[in-house]
């Protein structure tokens, strides 16, 4: 099975942006052959989808985080990315990388694979 290593997570003030980074171990190209996506659980919160990459590149994303977080992939590098911007403080979470992920028009619905997760803090 794959392994996902999400890096990038911190603290920061609100306003300020992350980039978070998943790498596939073991899998060249991984990230092009799926479709790839960025969850995140809050304490005590369910587990909500942010955003989505297809095979196709086709990009997905949450109504919330829509033109705020935006998801790509460097397909010569094998990384997933997602760039927070504008962060306030409803948005610290443990974001987790996905693979093989399922989705609608409203966000990633489910996957395969998860990663550990990456902690991002927003005071």
């Known amino acids: 099975d794959v392994q996902l290593v999400e890096s990038g997570g911190g603290s920061v003030q609100a306003g300020g942006s992350l980039r978070l980074s998943c790498a596939p171990s073991?899998?060249?190209?991984?990230?092009?052959?799926?479709?790839m996506a960025w969850f995140r659980q809050a304490p005590g919160e369910e587990r909500m989808g942010v955003a989505a990459i297809s095979r196709d590149s086709t990009t997905i994303y949450a109504d919330s985080v829509k033109g705020r977080f935006p998801i790509s992939r460097d397909s010569a590098k094998n990384r997933l990315y997602l760039q927070l911007n504008s962060l306030k403080p409803d948005y610290t979470a443990m974001y987790y990388c996905a693979a093989n992920c399922g989705y609608n028009d409203y966000g990633p619905l489910n996957f395969e694979y998860r990663g550990q997760g990456t902690q991002v803090t927003v005071s």
């Open positions: 073991g899998y060249a190209g991984y990230v092009s052959g799926y479709c």
